[in-house]
């Protein structure tokens, strides 16, 4: 999520492993015009082994890791969108069921930058 409101999203089912992490990284990579920092938690799929061998090669498609502190979800701007998701922009009714609450997410990653925004400050 970038600051103008622009989102690169992908919904996965299931358990997130380095893997997934992976394979999203290198989609995202392979899209860039200029060089670009991705900031990320201290999560453990972000800091694996797997992912650290990874960053040569994404630093030559002009991508740069960085992370942020440990314990500093209020610098973590994603934390913000799902504070978003939570308490404001999913109705009630996105909670009758797995399906109703997917498709809900969806929509509004989807819209996200359209009629979803977030204004920083």
């Known amino acids: 999520m970038r600051r103008n409101n622009t989102l690169f999203s992908r919904t996965v089912?299931?358990?997130?492993?380095?893997?997934?992490?992976?394979?999203?990284?290198?989609?995202?990579?392979?899209?860039?015009?200029k060089p670009t920092v991705l900031v990320l938690d201290n999560a453990t799929i972000h800091r694996s082994q797997q992912v650290q061998a990874k960053r040569r090669e994404w630093r030559q498609h002009g991508l740069r890791l960085v992370f942020l502190p440990p314990y500093s979800p209020e610098l973590n701007a994603i934390e913000i969108l799902w504070k978003q998701f939570k308490y404001y922009w999913l109705p009630s009714q996105a909670y009758e069921g797995f399906e109703s609450l997917k498709d809900h997410v969806q929509n509004i990653l989807k819209n996200f930058g359209k009629k979803y925004r977030i204004t920083f400050v």
């Open 13 to 33: 089912e299931g358990r997130i492993n380095s893997h997934e992490v992976i394979g999203c990284i290198d989609r995202f990579a392979s899209g860039l015009c």
